[in-house]
């Protein structure tokens, strides 16, 4: 199915007048239980449910002005972005999503507060704030599911990113996919820390789009991923319940490293860790074996998120100097844009 005819279902024939500007954030989110794997690569549907948490002030800032002329504009952190580059393009397709070919064409100004070499993918937040600076402008008022329905369709991560704290995403069923949307937790976990680790600014040279594809075809130990990650998701979901924070920790790293297992296990070999990540992991398990509670988590990157609770903080900060840590739950105002 065409993502441009599940989402035109939602809006009015024609597109309404723009407001004269909107403007939205959204959080980055790290995922606990992992989503690696497509059964619909046009919708991004995943073959795996997964849960995260959202990085509090670390995200995205978007926001459209309608204005005169043929081409979208787009400006990334204050400089104007090549309108054929592939973050342009990517930008400019999935607006043309919501809009008739005749609609204005729109100033897009993005701000990631997202340190660029964290290794994190802004483009989770991006099409969440992306979405919801849309749904502003058009006044489509769309409810915040179906907003997570169509920020999967820009990047699969980003329908975590419409809602903050724990949030799990749903996969669903349906062939348009539009059960296939993120759900927030009630639950706040206030001395839940998550420690941004930049082990080394190399750009990684398969994206999470292609390495999925390439591990789903060809590494034989993906057969054991889906039912691994929806046993997590339960296990995670009840650690969530009881704040057992050891539980929590160890199902994270065990679903990472399960996850990266299946990339290695591809062809040809995906391994994205670099000897960085694993002398981190080593200091990591080392740090456990001492009596620190502490976890980590990895995505398509050499980089690692260390977890633990508040308690921790001074031991982590002192073992890794270099650690930005976030409050996910702790009451912080977005960033505001420039
Ligand atoms: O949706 P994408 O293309 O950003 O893929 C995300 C893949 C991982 O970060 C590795 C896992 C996840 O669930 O965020």
């Not at 539009?178 to 001395?191: I, R």
Request: proline share 5%; glycine share 6%; aromatic share 8%.
């Amino acid at each position: 199915m065409d993502k441009s005819q599940v989402i035109k279902r939602f809006l009015p024939a024609n597109t309404p007048t723009p407001d004269d500007q909107a403007e939205a954030f959204a959080a980055s989110n790290i995922a606990l239980c992992k989503y690696w794997g497509k059964r619909d690569r046009e919708l991004n549907l995943p073959i795996n449910p997964s849960l995260s948490v959202s990085l509090a002030d670390l995200g995205t800032r978007t926001r459209l002005t309608p204005i005169e002329g043929k081409k979208d504009k787009i400006r990334l952190n204050g400089k104007v972005v090549n309108g054929s580059s592939s973050f342009a393009t990517k930008i400019v397709e999935f607006l043309d999503l919501f809009r008739s070919s005749k609609a204005a064409r729109l100033q897009v100004d993005t701000h990631n507060s997202i340190p660029t070499a964290a290794g994190l993918a802004s483009s989770a937040s991006g099409f969440a704030a992306l979405t919801k600076a849309i749904n502003q402008l058009y006044g489509f008022d769309l409810d915040p599911a179906i907003q997570s329905a169509f920020a999967r369709m820009g990047s699969g991560s980003a329908s975590r990113s419409i809602f903050d704290g724990f949030v799990e995403w749903q996969m669903g069923v349906r062939e348009d996919g539009m059960d296939s949307h993120a759900v927030p937790f009630e639950e706040s976990w206030p001395e839940f820390r998550i420690g941004l680790l930049t082990l080394t600014e190399a750009e990684k040279t398969v994206g999470s789009r292609s390495g999925m594809q390439r591990t789903l075809e060809t590494a034989h130990l993906y057969q054991s991923w889906p039912l691994q990650a929806c046993a997590d998701l339960e296990k995670l979901k009840q650690a969530i319940r009881d704040r057992n924070f050891e539980i929590l920790g160890q199902t994270a790293e065990q679903n990472a490293l399960s996850m990266h297992a299946t990339m290695i296990a591809s062809w040809p070999p995906l391994l994205y860790w670099q000897p960085e990540s694993v002398a981190t992991m080593q200091r990591i398990w080392q740090l456990r074996e001492s009596g620190v509670c502490v976890y980590f988590t990895m995505d398509a990157g050499p980089n690692i998120k260390v977890l633990f609770e508040a308690g921790q903080q001074a031991v982590i900060e002192q073992t890794f100097p270099q650690v930005k840590v976030v409050s996910p739950f702790a009451c912080q105002t977005p960033v505001a844009s420039g």
